[in-house]
């Protein structure tokens, strides 16, 4: 039973961005539960605030500030009926301008980014010491600071409240940063270099999560095939090998992992792929663009070729593998040939789905340096006619699953009475007739059709 203490104060976070900034808001609210914190789904009802930010592209990073406007009514709201509201910059955003935001927006208390999580309750002690000072004397308690030590061994594990909440499936960070500098992106700069927790820290944060009910982890990372933690031996381990030991939690059903860079697609992993039935065949694998010219300008460090010899090798020992991609539209000097690269990649690979981008130049990245913009309305045109393309395939590859049967871990009932709905080994949303009973565990269901973005099935007798 979760307790509820009269004098408990109420927290509200709100996410922005990739699963590992879902991850990490978890962490923020169990590193906060032990000091009378509990979440509330209002904003307005609550005594803190928390904008866990994402700083990936422009648009990104202007809905802090947005928001910080909005959050600034509700604090006058709340202290005209003599209450009071804390204000917190989480994340991407915070890491890259923390100065900036203090300036810009004086209603925030605290500016800090990523790696200073573990060090939250005591930032947040300081921002209350500050509470009634007099406004002019107020300083934002700021903690941009990569610090040597290692942050996830200062944060409780994901644990089983959370678990409840999040039900059958849970995010599992496993590393995090990034070394390769592809030029357009600020995950090196926000997210610093690239850091693997330990194995036996994974195992045991992965058995908790089981022990709590969790049927499905997706361990995360920026570069989550480049993990190299280290074992208790010292040895260094790799996500392959990583792959087959999380196998042998009983009770842990499916494993996925994100995101990839084509260069960490090692033999280990593939070998893990032909032989762990857990780890499930849907691969996010981006390429970005099918343009070699592109892909150098990018600093992505492979060719197309190099690419597609990857994907054959994953086909070759899973040949089911599906395959999700993020692209970006308009990077600088990117001519209509370049596109059409693109384009002619995307047929080649045929994608499960993909997320595409319009290239926004963010500011420190070796790519904001350079000429050759492309002109908005060419990126609007190109967005476009590369969707058009990823929604066919998207639609053909559910088109290919009907009258398959696919196992299905069912999570929760459906949207009308006496449907339950779940996923797929390929993530594809899947709805059927069934009692709620069916909820927690995986079914074979036969795929008898498709809607918009889901299957639809039928429970077929075991
Ligand atoms: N502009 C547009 N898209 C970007 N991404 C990363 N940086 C940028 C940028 N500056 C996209 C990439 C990456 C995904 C997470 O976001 O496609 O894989
Ligand atoms: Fe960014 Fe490239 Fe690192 Fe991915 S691999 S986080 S796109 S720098």
């Known amino acids: 039973m979760i307790e509820t203490r009269a004098n408990s104060k109420k927290l509200f976070i709100k996410t922005y961005g990739c699963q590992m900034n879902v991850y990490d808001s978890d962490r923020m609210m169990d590193a906060l539960a ?140 496993v590393q995090e940063g990034c070394d390769k500098f592809c030029s357009f992106c600020v995950v090196p700069y926000t997210r610093g270099a690239e850091v693997s927790r330990p194995v036996a820290q994974v195992i045991a944060e992965a058995r908790g999560l089981v022990e709590a009910g969790v049927k499905e982890i997706t361990l995360l990372g920026q570069n989550v095939n480049a993990y190299h933690g280290v074992d208790d031996k010292g040895r260094t381990v790799g996500l392959g090998a990583l792959a087959y030991l999380l196998a042998e939690i009983g009770g842990l059903e499916r494993l996925r992992y994100t995101t990839s860079h084509p260069r960490d697609m090692d033999d280990a992993l593939m070998a893990a792929h032909r032989d762990l039935d857990i780890l499930m065949p849907y691969l996010h694998l981006p390429v970005q663009s099918g343009s070699d010219s592109i892909l150098k300008a990018m600093n992505r460090r492979h060719t197309a070729a190099e690419y597609l010899d990857v994907i054959e090798r994953i086909k070759t020992v899973r040949p089911d593998m599906a395959l999700s991609g993020d692209f970006i539209v308009g990077f600088p000097g990117e001519t209509d040939q370049d596109f059409e690269d693109t384009l002619k990649i995307i047929a080649d690979v045929g994608y499960a789905s993909a997320y595409s981008f319009k290239y926004s130049t963010r500011p420190g990245t070796p790519g904001a340096t350079l000429g050759d913009q492309v002109a908005e309305e060419v990126k609007t045109e190109r967005l476009h006619r590369l969707q058009e393309l990823v929604n066919t395939q998207t639609t053909a590859f559910h088109q290919s699953c009907v009258g398959k049967t696919l196992p299905v871990l069912i999570e929760r009932p459906g949207r009308q009475a006496g449907q339950v709905g779940g996923r797929s080994p390929y993530l594809q949303a899947v709805h059927l007739e069934g009692s709620a009973e069916l909820i927690g565990a995986i079914h074979p269901v036969e795929i008898i059709g498709t809607s918009t973005n889901s299957l639809v099935g039928r429970l077929k007798a075991a």
């Open 34 to 173: 032990p000091h009378g914190y509990e979440t509330t789904l209002d904003m307005a009802q609550a005594d803190l605030v928390l904008l866990n930010t994402c700083h990936i592209r422009e648009k990104a990073s202007e809905k802090v500030f947005s928001e910080l406007g909005r959050l600034r009514e509700l604090q006058d709201e709340r202290r005209a009926l003599g209450g009071d509201m804390m204000i917190g910059v989480a994340g991407c955003v915070a890491q890259a301008e923390g100065e900036e935001i203090a300036r810009r927006a004086p209603v925030v208390d605290m500016v800090f980014g990523p790696q200073a999580y573990h060090r939250l309750p005591d930032m947040l002690a300081r921002a209350e010491a500050q509470r009634h000072l007099h406004p002019s004397l107020k300083r934002a308690v700021v903690d941009t600071d990569f610090p040597e030590e290692d942050k996830f061994e200062h944060l409780p594990a994901a644990k089983k409240e959370v678990t409840i909440k999040r039900g059958l499936t849970a995010f599992l960070t």
